[in-house]
């Protein structure tokens, strides 16, 4: 079966992975998702502002929801295994929590590093696993029900008689807006800017960086396996660091966005990229033109 999707008003297509009706897996465009309504059990709660996601595990953690003229101002995390697939007919994005639920969330201000202690927080307010304290990635299908027992009864005791610290951000979570447009440095030198995330809607998790190129070359975007090659995030200069050279990424297999990814083509990544079927990588192909 063929599957594809509206190319939404931002015009970023939802990438696609074609396979059989049974246990469809879909690689989709994470920038498509955005501006999506959010719809609770129990009606909308706004519309996907952002997305959240580690940079060493390459798991996407959070929805950032813009809640709008529901609760004005405000903006709340909605973690990637409480979101289920798109609605086929309106192409809505549902959350498997009701709105009660969300309104009496922790507060937290998204547009700041998200700390280790709010995402406690909010993880207890809802009843959620902790997924730092995992050895993998949060997986499984989407919507399923999180485990409360792994959370802790009791809470983290406060230092007697001192100043509560400054919350720090989590050193790993990323913001898909801010990651957005970051340069790439290729080992031999620049070239483009990341255009968009591709990730897997059976466990959330990026598989590759849309690289477009047309800093360098005339308009071409390829992916990047993230998990293999990126080696490196800097927020201060607003790179990512890929362990390739500029002719290896120029020769990759050419993305383009309207078309759906189909099984012919991550096979040509993977033979290009040189990944075996276990998974592991051999050296990029490095035959010229």
């Known amino acids: 079966m063929f599957l594809r999707r509206r190319i939404p008003a931002g015009g970023h297509a939802a990438a696609v992975l074609q396979t059989s009706t049974e246990g469809t897996t879909m690689l989709r465009s994470l920038n498509s998702y955005r501006n999506q309504t959010l719809d609770a059990r129990d009606g909308a709660i706004?519309?996907?502002?952002?997305?959240?996601?580690?940079?060493?595990?390459?798991?996407?953690?959070?929805?950032?929801?813009?809640?709008?003229?529901?609760?004005?101002?405000?903006?709340?995390?909605?973690?990637?295994?409480?979101?289920?697939?798109?609605?086929?007919?309106?192409?809505?994005?549902?959350?498997?929590?009701?709105?009660?639920?969300?309104?009496?969330?922790?507060?937290?201000?998204?547009?700041?590093?998200?700390?280790?202690?709010?995402?406690?927080?909010?993880?207890?307010?809802?009843?959620?696993?902790?997924?730092?304290?995992?050895p993998t990635p949060l997986g499984g299908p989407a919507m399923a029900h999180p485990d409360a027992t792994v959370i802790p009864s009791q809470p983290i005791a406060a230092k007697p008689d001192t100043e509560a610290p400054k919350i720090a951000g989590d050193p790993h979570l990323r913001s898909l807006r801010e990651v957005a447009g970051y340069r790439i440095e290729a080992r031999d030198d620049r070239l483009g800017h990341v255009d968009d995330l591709i990730f897997s809607d059976e466990d959330w998790k990026v598989r590759y960086l849309v690289?477009?190129?047309?800093?360098?070359?005339?308009?071409?975007?390829?992916?990047?396996?993230?998990?293999?090659?990126?080696?490196?995030?800097?927020?201060?200069?607003?790179?990512?660091?890929?362990?390739?050279?500029?002719?290896?990424?120029k020769r990759a297999p050419e993305f383009e966005p309207e078309l759906p990814i189909g099984r012919d083509y991550e096979q040509r990544l993977n033979d290009y990229y040189g990944r075996t079927p276990t998974g592991e990588y051999r050296a990029a192909t490095t035959s010229s033109n």
């Open 46 to 134: 706004g519309k996907v502002h952002d997305f959240l996601f580690e940079d060493d595990s390459w798991a996407i953690r959070y929805a950032v929801a813009d809640t709008k003229r529901w609760l004005p101002g405000r903006k709340v995390l909605i973690a990637a295994h409480a979101l289920g697939q798109p609605d086929p007919v309106d192409d809505n994005l549902p959350v498997d929590l009701s709105r009660d639920q969300i309104k009496s969330s922790p507060d937290i201000d998204t547009d700041q590093p998200v700390s280790r202690q709010e995402q406690l927080s909010l993880h207890r307010h809802y009843g959620w696993p902790f997924y730092w304290s995992q």
């Open 211 to 249: 690289v477009d190129t047309r800093n360098w070359l005339p308009g071409k975007k390829v992916l990047v396996p993230p998990d293999w090659k990126v080696e490196d995030i800097s927020w201060s200069d607003r790179t990512v660091a890929i362990g390739l050279d500029r002719a290896t990424i």
